[in-house]
C-alpha cells in the first residue's frame, strides 16, 4: 500500500476503472485534483470544454456510442450546477454517467460557503445514486461503488460530491472492484414460467408486433433481438432511442414509433394481436392517449426496471430481466414461422407515407432545400456507416426519420428529457467514444446556438465532427405547433442568426452555405472529404414542417400526414 | 380502483444520509401528502425501518413503492392496508395540575381511555395514550371539551404485519446465500 493524496487515489480509481477520457472544467473547489491530473496526461485524457453543460452532454455522447460510462469533472457550486441539465437527460435516457463534483472543504458545508451548494440535495431525484466523499479513506471505495452502480442493470448517471479536504488528505490507497451491494441487485432472476407464458402467447399470435427500445442497445441484445423476431417473422419497429439497434436493411424492421414515426408501425400498434416491447417505457411520446393504445393486443413487456413494468401500459406477461437473457430463452421456445400475410400489411401504409409525405421530403423537384433530402444524402454519402448526433426539435425528427443505420450505437439524441443544446457537445463526446467513425450531427439554428461555445473545445481538441446546420431561423417545432395549433400565431420562434460560416471560421473551422439543390451533393461530398470539423449551413424552407405527425394526447392512429394543403 | 384509503408503506434501507430525502421526494413529484412518518432501527442491525402512511388508491400505491424500492440504498419496500397489520400510534397530552385534580374524574377517565399518567408536578400533568387515530383522537376530544389540553403531541405510525416473520430476514438470508454462491462460482 501506498500513502497518496485523494486527489491522485481519485485518478488512480478511475484509471483502476478503465477511465481514459474525462471531460471537464476545473474551478476552485477541484484544483488539487487537476493539480493530480498534470501528472496523470499520459494516462487519462481530459478534454476542457467551454461550460459544465458541455462537459455532460460529452460524457453522454461518449457514453452513448462506446457502452462505457462517461466521465465529468467539475468545480463546485455553478460548476456543479452547470452539469444538472446533462445529468437529468442522462437519467431520462439510462446513460451510464459518473459526474465528479468538487465541494469546499467538509468544516465549511452547510455555511453557505464560497461556491457551496447542495450537489447531493439538488441531484438526488435525477441521479441512481449520488454521494458525498468526505474523507480520502472513502474514494476507492466510492469511486468503485459509483461505476458498478452507474454501469450494471438499467444504467444511469451518479454523482459523487469530493470536499476539498478530502482531496488533499492522505490514504493508504488500496483498490477493490465492487461487485456487489447488498440492497442492489442490477439483473432480476428470470422467471421461467413468464418465458414460457410469453412464447405460448407469440407461438399462438396471428399478428404479433415486436417495439424495440434502448434496453436491447444497453443490454447489448441486438443479436438475440434478430433471432428472436426472425425466428417467428415478426415485424418490428423502434423507439427514437432504439434505432440502430436493428440495421435500417433488416427486412422486419419496420421503422418507427411516436409521433414523427412511421404510419405502419403507429396503425399497426392497435391492429396486433399481441404486442411484445422490449426494453422501452411506453412514453407518451411513442403511445399517445394510453386510453386507446393497443387495447386489442395481449402485452408482453419485458424489461430490466421493474418500476417501468405495468407503469403506463397494463401488462399481461411481464419478463423482467436483461433482454440479452430473456430473449434468447422465449426464442427457444419459438415456433419457426414465417408470416407473410401479416408482415404484408405493413407494405400498403409504407406506400402512403411514402407518396404523402417521403417522396416530397427526399425527392422534390423545385422551392428551397428539404431537411429530409439534406439528412438521407449525408447519409447516403458516409455509407450508412456514420454516427448520427442530433439535437432537438424539427433537425431531430428529420434526422431520426431520414439518416439510415447499419451499425447499432449510432443513434445519439435527447430522448427523454429533449435538451436543446445537447447536440454539438454530444456529438464531441461521440467522437471521441468511437474515433474510428464518422460523426455526423444534425442541428437547428436554435439548438447550435444554445451550446455554440463548444467550437472551442472542437478547435482546441482539432476534432473531426461534421456539423450540418439546417437552418430555417425559426424555433422550428415550436413554430411547426403555432402552425397547427395555436393558429399560426408565432409567438417569439423567428430567429434573427448570425453568419454561422463567419463564426466557424472564427474558430478555424471549414464551413460552407449551401441554398440550392444543384450544389447540394458537391457539398456534401466536400464535408465527408474534409480532414477534420465542418460546417455545412443548409438554408432550409422556412415553414417546413415534420409529417407524419400524432397530435400529442391523441390515439396513435390518428396520424396528420400534411397531405390536405 | 380509484378510491383513495390510507396506505402504510414500510421501507428497509442502509443507514446512510440523505435516505429520507430520496423517499421523500418520490411522494412530493405525484403531489401526495404523507400523512405519518415513523424512523427507526429495524430489529436487524444496520437497517432502518420507515413506517409511512398516506391517502392514495392502489395503482398509485403500487407504482410508488416500485420507485421507492428501485433506489439504491432500499433494501425492500411494501404496502400493507390497515386489515393485514398491527398498528399504534402513541400520543401524549400536556394538561393543567390545578384543572386535572378539580375534574375529578380522573380515574375514571384514565380507566376508560386506557391511558397513564406519565408525569405529574405543581404546574402540569402528562398523560399518554397509544391505539389507532380515533382512539387518541377521542381522548383529545374529551378532555378539550372538559378541561383544555395545554399541549398534545401524537407520533407516527408503527405497524406490524400479521405474518410470522420480517419478510427482510427471509430475504436477506436469501441474498447471503446467493453471495456465498457467486463466490464460490468465482473461485
Given at each position: 500500500?501506498?500513502?497518496?493524496?485523494?486527489?491522485?487515489?481519485?485518478l488512480r480509481?478511475?484509471?483502476?476503472?478503465?477511465?481514459?477520457?474525462?471531460?471537464?472544467?476545473p474551478?476552485?473547489?477541484v484544483?488539487?485534483v487537476?493539480?493530480?491530473?498534470?501528472?496523470?496526461?499520459?494516462?487519462?485524457?481530459?478534454?476542457?470544454?467551454?461550460?459544465?453543460?458541455?462537459a455532460?452532454?460529452?460524457?453522454?455522447g461518449y457514453?452513448?456510442?462506446?457502452?462505457?460510462v462517461?466521465?465529468?469533472?467539475?468545480t463546485s457550486?455553478?460548476g456543479?450546477?452547470?452539469?444538472l441539465?446533462?445529468?437529468a437527460?442522462?437519467?431520462m435516457?439510462?446513460?451510464?454517467?459518473?459526474?465528479i463534483?468538487?465541494?469546499?472543504a467538509?468544516?465549511?458545508?452547510?455555511?453557505?460557503?464560497?461556491?457551496?451548494i447542495?450537489?447531493?440535495?439538488?441531484?438526488?431525484p435525477?441521479t441512481?445514486?449520488?454521494y458525498q466523499?468526505?474523507?480520502a479513506?472513502d474514494?476507492?471505495?466510492?469511486?468503485?461503488?459509483?461505476?458498478?452502480?452507474?454501469?450494471t442493470?438499467r444504467p444511469g448517471?451518479?454523482?459523487?460530491d469530493?470536499?476539498?479536504?478530502?482531496?488533499?488528505?492522505?490514504v493508504?490507497?488500496?483498490?477493490?472492484?465492487?461487485?456487489?451491494?447488498?440492497?442492489?441487485?442490477p439483473?432480476?432472476?428470470?422467471?421461467?414460467?413468464?418465458i414460457?407464458q410469453?412464447?405460448?402467447?407469440?407461438?399462438?399470435?396471428?399478428?404479433?408486433f415486436?417495439l424495440?427500445?434502448?434496453?436491447?442497445i444497453?443490454?447489448?441484445a441486438?443479436?438475440?433481438?434478430?433471432?428472436?423476431?426472425?425466428?417467428n417473422?415478426?415485424?418490428?419497429?423502434a423507439t427514437?432511442?432504439g434505432?440502430?439497434a436493428?440495421?435500417?436493411?433488416?427486412?422486419?424492421?419496420?421503422?418507427?414509433?411516436?409521433m414523427?414515426g412511421?404510419?405502419g408501425?403507429n396503425r399497426?400498434?392497435?391492429?396486433?394481436?399481441?404486442?411484445?416491447a422490449?426494453?422501452?417505457?411506453?412514453?407518451?411520446r411513442?403511445?399517445?392517449?394510453?386510453?386507446?393504445y393497443a387495447?386489442?393486443?395481449?402485452v408482453?413487456?419485458?424489461?430490466?426496471?421493474?418500476s417501468e413494468i405495468?407503469k403506463n401500459?397494463?401488462?399481461?406477461?411481464?419478463?423482467?430481466?436483461?433482454?440479452?437473457?430473456?430473449?434468447?430463452?422465449?426464442?427457444e421456445?419459438?415456433?419457426?414461422?414465417?408470416?407473410?400475410?401479416?408482415?404484408?400489411?405493413?407494405?400498403?401504409?409504407a406506400?402512403?407515407?411514402?407518396?404523402?409525405v417521403?417522396k416530397?421530403?427526399?425527392?422534390?423537384?423545385?422551392?428551397?432545400?428539404?431537411?429530409?433530402?439534406?439528412?438521407?444524402?449525408?447519409?447516403e454519402?458516409?455509407?450508412?456507416?456514420?454516427?448520427?448526433v442530433?439535437?432537438?426539435?424539427?433537425?431531430q425528427?428529420?434526422?431520426?426519420r431520414?439518416?439510415k443505420?447499419?451499425?447499432?450505437?449510432?443513434?445519439?439524441?435527447?430522448g427523454g428529457l429533449?435538451?436543446?443544446?445537447?447536440?454539438?457537445?454530444?456529438?464531441?463526446?461521440a467522437?471521441?467514444?468511437a474515433p474510428e467513425?464518422?460523426v455526423?450531427?444534425?442541428?437547428?439554428?436554435?439548438?447550435?446556438?444554445?451550446?455554440?461555445?463548444?467550437l472551442?473545445?472542437?478547435?482546441?481538441?482539432?476534432l473531426?465532427?461534421?456539423?450540418?446546420?439546417?437552418?430555417?431561423?425559426f424555433?422550428g417545432?415550436?413554430?411547426?405547433?403555432?402552425?397547427?395549433?395555436?393558429?399560426e400565431?408565432?409567438?417569439?420562434?423567428?430567429?434573427?442568426?448570425?453568419?454561422?460560416?463567419?463564426?466557424?471560421k472564427?474558430y478555424?473551422?471549414?464551413?460552407?452555405e449551401v441554398?440550392?439543390?444543384?450544389?447540394?451533393?458537391?457539398?456534401?461530398?466536400?464535408m465527408?472529404?474534409?480532414?477534420?470539423?465542418?460546417l455545412l449551413?443548409?438554408?432550409?424552407?422556412?415553414?417546413?414542417m415534420?409529417y407524419?405527425?400524432?397530435?400529442?394526447?391523441?390515439?396513435?392512429t390518428?396520424i396528420?400526414?400534411g397531405?390536405?394543403? | 380502483?380509484?378510491?383513495k384509503?390510507?396506505?402504510?408503506?414500510i421501507?428497509f434501507?442502509?443507514n446512510?444520509v440523505?435516505?429520507?430525502?430520496?423517499?421523500?421526494i418520490?411522494f412530493?413529484?405525484?403531489q401526495?401528502?404523507i400523512?405519518?412518518?415513523?424512523v427507526?432501527?429495524?430489529a436487524i442491525?444496520?437497517?432502518?425501518k420507515?413506517t409511512?402512511?398516506t391517502?392514495?388508491?392502489e395503482?398509485m400505491?403500487?407504482?410508488?413503492?416500485?420507485?421507492?424500492?428501485?433506489r439504491?440504498d432500499?433494501l425492500?419496500a411494501y404496502y400493507?392496508?390497515?386489515e393485514e397489520?398491527?398498528y399504534?400510534e402513541?400520543?401524549?397530552?400536556k394538561?393543567?395540575?390545578?384543572?386535572?385534580?378539580?375534574?375529578?374524574t380522573?380515574?375514571?377517565?384514565?380507566?376508560?381511555?386506557n391511558?397513564?399518567i406519565?408525569?405529574?408536578?405543581?404546574?402540569?400533568?402528562?398523560?399518554?395514550k397509544?391505539?389507532?387515530?380515533?382512539e387518541?383522537?377521542?381522548?383529545?376530544?374529551?378532555?378539550?371539551?372538559?378541561?383544555?389540553?395545554l399541549?398534545?403531541?401524537?407520533?407516527?405510525?408503527?405497524?406490524?404485519?400479521?405474518?410470522?416473520v420480517?419478510?427482510?430476514?427471509?430475504m436477506?438470508?436469501?441474498m447471503?446465500?446467493?453471495?456465498?454462491?457467486?463466490?464460490?462460482?468465482?473461485?
Amino acid at each position: 500500500m501506498e500513502r497518496i493524496s485523494g486527489s491522485e487515489a481519485l485518478l488512480r480509481s478511475l484509471i483502476a476503472e478503465g477511465v481514459d477520457t474525462i471531460f471537464g472544467y476545473p474551478g476552485g473547489a477541484v484544483i488539487p485534483v487537476y493539480d493530480s491530473l498534470y501528472d496523470y496526461k499520459d494516462k487519462i485524457k481530459h478534454v476542457l470544454v467551454r461550460h459544465e453543460q458541455g462537459a455532460t452532454h460529452a460524457a453522454q455522447g461518449y457514453a452513448r456510442v462506446s457502452g462505457k460510462v462517461g466521465v465529468t469533472l467539475v468545480t463546485s457550486g455553478p460548476g456543479a450546477t452547470n452539469t444538472l441539465t446533462g445529468i437529468a437527460d442522462a437519467m431520462m435516457d439510462s446513460t451510464p454517467l459518473v459526474v465528479i463534483t468538487g465541494q469546499v472543504a467538509s468544516p465549511l458545508l452547510g455555511t453557505d460557503a464560497f461556491q457551496e451548494i447542495d450537489v447531493i440535495g439538488i441531484t438526488q431525484p435525477i441521479t441512481k445514486w449520488a454521494y458525498q466523499i468526505r474523507r480520502a479513506e472513502d474514494i476507492a471505495w466510492a469511486v468503485s461503488r459509483a461505476f458498478y452502480i452507474a454501469s450494471t442493470g438499467r444504467p444511469g448517471p451518479v454523482v459523487l460530491d469530493f470536499a476539498k479536504d478530502a482531496q488533499v488528505g492522505k490514504v493508504d490507497f488500496e483498490y477493490k472492484h465492487v461487485d456487489y451491494i447488498r440492497s442492489y441487485q442490477p439483473e432480476p432472476e428470470i422467471n421461467l414460467d413468464r418465458i414460457a407464458q410469453a412464447a405460448a402467447l407469440i407461438n399462438q399470435a396471428q399478428k404479433p408486433f415486436c417495439l424495440v427500445g434502448q434496453g436491447v442497445i444497453l443490454g447489448h441484445a441486438e443479436k438475440e433481438l434478430l433471432e428472436f423476431l426472425t425466428k417467428n417473422d415478426i415485424p418490428a419497429a423502434a423507439t427514437t432511442l432504439g434505432l440502430s439497434a436493428m440495421p435500417s436493411d433488416f427486412p422486419l424492421n419496420k421503422g418507427m414509433l411516436g409521433m414523427h414515426g412511421n404510419v405502419g408501425p403507429n396503425r399497426k400498434t392497435n391492429e396486433c394481436d399481441v404486442l411484445i416491447a422490449v426494453g422501452m417505457r411506453f412514453d407518451d411520446r411513442v403511445t399517445g392517449d394510453l386510453k386507446t393504445y393497443a387495447k386489442q393486443a395481449k402485452v408482453i413487456h419485458l424489461d430490466i426496471d421493474n418500476s417501468e413494468i405495468g407503469k403506463n401500459v397494463p401488462v399481461d406477461v411481464k419478463v423482467l430481466g436483461n433482454a440479452k437473457h430473456t430473449l434468447p430463452r422465449i426464442t427457444e421456445l419459438l415456433e419457426t414461422r414465417k408470416r407473410e400475410a401479416w408482415n404484408a400489411e405493413f407494405e400498403p401504409d409504407a406506400q402512403e407515407e411514402f407518396e404523402k409525405v417521403i417522396k416530397h421530403e427526399l425527392q422534390p423537384e423545385s422551392g428551397y432545400l428539404k431537411m429530409g433530402e439534406v439528412i438521407r444524402k449525408v447519409s447516403e454519402a458516409t455509407n450508412n456507416d456514420a454516427v448520427l448526433v442530433t439535437d432537438v426539435g424539427q433537425n431531430q425528427m428529420m434526422g431520426v426519420r431520414y439518416f439510415k443505420y447499419n451499425h447499432t450505437r449510432s443513434v445519439v439524441t435527447s430522448g427523454g428529457l429533449g435538451t436543446m443544446g445537447f447536440g454539438l457537445p454530444a456529438a464531441i463526446g461521440a467522437k471521441f467514444g468511437a474515433p474510428e467513425r464518422t460523426v455526423c450531427f444534425f442541428t437547428g439554428d436554435g439548438g447550435l446556438q444554445m451550446t455554440l461555445q463548444e467550437l472551442g473545445t472542437i478547435m482546441q481538441e482539432n476534432l473531426d465532427v461534421k456539423i450540418i446546420l439546417l437552418n430555417n431561423n425559426f424555433l422550428g417545432m415550436v413554430r411547426q405547433w403555432q402552425e397547427l395549433f395555436f393558429h399560426e400565431r408565432y409567438s417569439f420562434t423567428e430567429m434573427v442568426n448570425p453568419d454561422f460560416v463567419s463564426i466557424a471560421k472564427a474558430y478555424g473551422i471549414a464551413a460552407r452555405e449551401v441554398q440550392k439543390r444543384e450544389e447540394l451533393d458537391e457539398a456534401i461530398q466536400e464535408m465527408v472529404n474534409h480532414k477534420g470539423a465542418y460546417l455545412l449551413v443548409a438554408d432550409v424552407e422556412r415553414f417546413e414542417m415534420v409529417y407524419p405527425m400524432v397530435p400529442a394526447g391523441a390515439t396513435v392512429t390518428n396520424i396528420i400526414m400534411g397531405d390536405q394543403k | 380502483m380509484n378510491t383513495k384509503k390510507l396506505y402504510t408503506v414500510i421501507i428497509f434501507s442502509e443507514n446512510t444520509v440523505g435516505l429520507l430525502n430520496q423517499i421523500t421526494i418520490i411522494f412530493t413529484r405525484r403531489q401526495l401528502n404523507i400523512e405519518t412518518l415513523s424512523v427507526s432501527p429495524s430489529a436487524i442491525k444496520g437497517i432502518h425501518k420507515f413506517t409511512i402512511t398516506t391517502y392514495t388508491d392502489e395503482e398509485m400505491i403500487d407504482k410508488v413503492v416500485k420507485q421507492i424500492d428501485k433506489r439504491v440504498d432500499i433494501l425492500k419496500a411494501y404496502y400493507n392496508t390497515d386489515e393485514e397489520m398491527v398498528y399504534q400510534e402513541i400520543a401524549l397530552y400536556k394538561l393543567s395540575t390545578e384543572l386535572f385534580i378539580k375534574m375529578g374524574t380522573v380515574e375514571a377517565l384514565i380507566r376508560k381511555y386506557n391511558a397513564r399518567i406519565l408525569e405529574m408536578n405543581e404546574d402540569c400533568v402528562v398523560l399518554e395514550k397509544s391505539g389507532h387515530y380515533d382512539e387518541t383522537q377521542a381522548l383529545f376530544n374529551e378532555l378539550s371539551e372538559t378541561i383544555g389540553v395545554l399541549q398534545f403531541i401524537r407520533s407516527g405510525r408503527v405497524a406490524i404485519t400479521k405474518s410470522k416473520v420480517e419478510r427482510l430476514s427471509d430475504m436477506l438470508a436469501d441474498m447471503e446465500r446467493k453471495l456465498q454462491e457467486k463466490q464460490q462460482i468465482e473461485q
